[in-house]
């Protein structure tokens, strides 16, 4: 399994447009064959950056997600939300519980 932490720093002004574009794209990745886990989250302490952490059942279900063209509508509308570069850590499962 692979695992999924990104981090998107966003502009205040756009958080709340950044929530809803990606509760759409949620709707979407619920259907995905192979995407096991896919949340949004955010800290208090860090208002304006959300953290999407996902798990996918292999390289080809990341691959699949990646490559949907929800993901590259949303992708593309992500960009003018931005305040600096997603960071996003691919991680392989080793354990889990």
């Not at 096991?36 to 059942?57: D, G, H, Q």
């Amino acid at each position: 399994m692979l695992s999924v932490i990104a981090r998107l720093p966003l502009k205040e002004d756009r958080v709340d447009d950044a929530i809803e574009a990606l509760k759409e794209l949620m709707t979407h990745v619920a259907r995905e064959e192979g995407t096991l886990l896919y949340t949004m989250n955010r800290a208090k302490s860090s208002p304006n950056t959300l953290v999407m952490i996902e798990r996918y059942r292999d390289k080809a279900a990341l691959g699949a997600h990646s490559s949907s063209p929800q993901f590259k509508e949303f992708f593309e509308k992500l960009q003018g939300m931005l305040a600096g570069e997603p960071e996003i850590s691919v991680l392989e499962e080793l354990c889990s519980i």
